[in-house]
């Protein structure tokens, strides 16, 4: 395995409902989950999941996305450059899970990144269901230099992109052979630790199919990884996950 080191970062936080994140389960429960980005570096390449959430105060998106907060030390570039001495200009790839607003309001800080979605994703971020068209953001949908790719796809040696829709009708989890383990970032379509108590893991509460969501489901259990949700706090316990 690759000496790959995959490292959590907590860019801002949303307070929801718990079966937001697990279907029908902890139905009134208020709880506060973290907006994760993931850095990497492989095969020389510096490598994000995701980009995180808008402003807080953008007044387009106030109204559907609050309670939310982000405060200075969580801005995307000031962690980079905390945590790694990075510029916005350093990084190479961003791989984007899915087109929420959450996880791609930090693409124009990245000038020289390519970014990577799923084909199927950007088409359905294009045409949204209506009643979520307001969770995409519509100047990081057209006129944005993505490329696509359809279903799975290995990126650099060690890390591969993986469809599974089901949270969205493109969703893409990244796996990554590191150094002591195979991870599999599963993004919102496994939220939370608790999902996995299930078998298979309980699905979230925003779903698009759910024929497709439990085929990923299945998918997922068979690439015999562990598995790191996509909205856990427990995930920042560690630093890094190798």
């Known amino acids: 395995m690759s000496k790959i080191k995959i490292y959590p970062l907590h860019i801002g936080t ?11 389960l902890g ?16 095969a020389g390449k510096k490598i994000l999941i995701d980009t995180g959430g808008c402003d807080p105060e953008d007044p387009q998106l106030k109204p559907w996305v609050s309670p939310y907060t982000r405060p200075a030390e969580q801005e995307l570039p000031h962690v980079l450059q905390k945590k790694f001495g990075l510029k916005p200009d350093d990084i190479d790839i961003v791989l984007i899970s899915h ?10 800080l990245f000038p020289n990144a390519q970014f990577i979605v799923q084909e199927k994703e950007l ?9 979520l068209s307001p969770i995409y953001v519509k100047r990081f949908i057209d006129n944005f230099p ?39 970032l599963a993004g919102d379509n496994i939220a939370l630790y608790d999902s996995l108590k299930h078998t298979p893991p309980w699905p979230s509460g925003l779903y698009i199919n759910f024929r497709d969501y439990y085929d990923s489901l299945h998918k997922i259990q068979k690439l015999e990884a562990t598995i790191l949700p996509g909205h856990d706090m427990l995930v920042l316990e560690k630093e890094y996950y190798n």
């Open 146 to 184: 993505y490329t696509t790719v359809n279903g799975d796809k290995e990126i650099v040696e060690g890390v591969s992109v993986v469809f599974t829709p089901g949270h969205s009708e493109g969703f893409q989890g990244v796996l990554i052979e590191a150094e002591n383990n195979r991870y599999f």
């Open 99 to 108: 087109m929420h607003w959450d996880h791609v309001c930090g693409n124009d």
């Open 27 to 42: 139905y009134g429960e208020k709880i506060d989950v973290p907006i994760l980005v993931w850095y990497l570096e492989a």
């Open 14 to 24: 949303i307070s929801r409902h718990k079966d937001s994140f697990t279907f029908k």
């Open 123 to 131: 088409e359905s971020a294009r045409n949204p269901i209506p009643i």
